[in-house]
Structure formats: structure tokens, C-alpha cells
């Protein structure tokens, strides 16, 4: 039986991004910087700063996601193909 991963490897992998995910959802509910005046860099409220570095870390698991865990095989079968009879290139 198989689990439809390719290797350990593969499957260890999902499972971090699988956890960043549910880590960024916990995140993402920052109760602790709501009544926090602090300014980083002398300008931007401490919540922004954390919102803004919850993006970036948002956007490091989103290609992670799509590194993998995107399934193999999809965009093949996506493809258009050549009528038969014909050969695929440029004339």
C-alpha cells in the first residue's frame, strides 16, 4: 500500500508546510501587540511590523506549498496535445 508520497523525504516535507500553516494561522491572531505603542525603526507600530513579517513568512510557505506539495503530474495533463499525426515544433 502506498501512502502517495515519492520518498520520505516528500513526505516530511508536506508535513512542515502543513505546520507552518496551522504556526501562521496561530500567528496571525496577535492579541499581544494590540495595546503595545512600541515603534521599530522609530516609525511603524510594533503590530504592523509584526503583520508585515507574518507576510513574508506567509509567502516563504506559500512556495514551500507549492514546492512540495504540488502534485506531480497535473500540469501534463493539463497540456494541450498535438492532434495525432502531427508533430509538435515550430515549422
Not at 523525504?9 to 494590540?34: K, S, T
Request: aromatic share 14%; net charge negative; hydrophobic share 55%.
Amino acid at each position: 500500500m502506498t501512502n502517495g508520497y515519492s520518498s520520505p523525504a516528500e513526505a516530511a516535507m508536506r508535513m512542515v508546510v502543513w505546520g507552518l500553516v496551522l504556526l501562521l494561522l496561530v500567528l496571525h491572531q496577535d492579541i499581544w501587540f494590540w495595546n503595545d505603542g512600541t515603534l521599530v525603526f522609530g516609525f511603524m507600530p510594533i503590530a504592523l511590523f509584526f503583520h508585515a513579517c507574518i507576510s513574508i513568512a506567509a509567502s516563504v510557505t506559500w512556495f514551500m506549498a507549492t514546492k512540495f506539495c504540488w502534485p506531480t503530474g497535473v500540469d501534463d495533463a493539463l497540456a494541450p496535445t498535438p492532434p495525432a499525426g502531427e508533430k509538435g515544433g515550430a515549422a
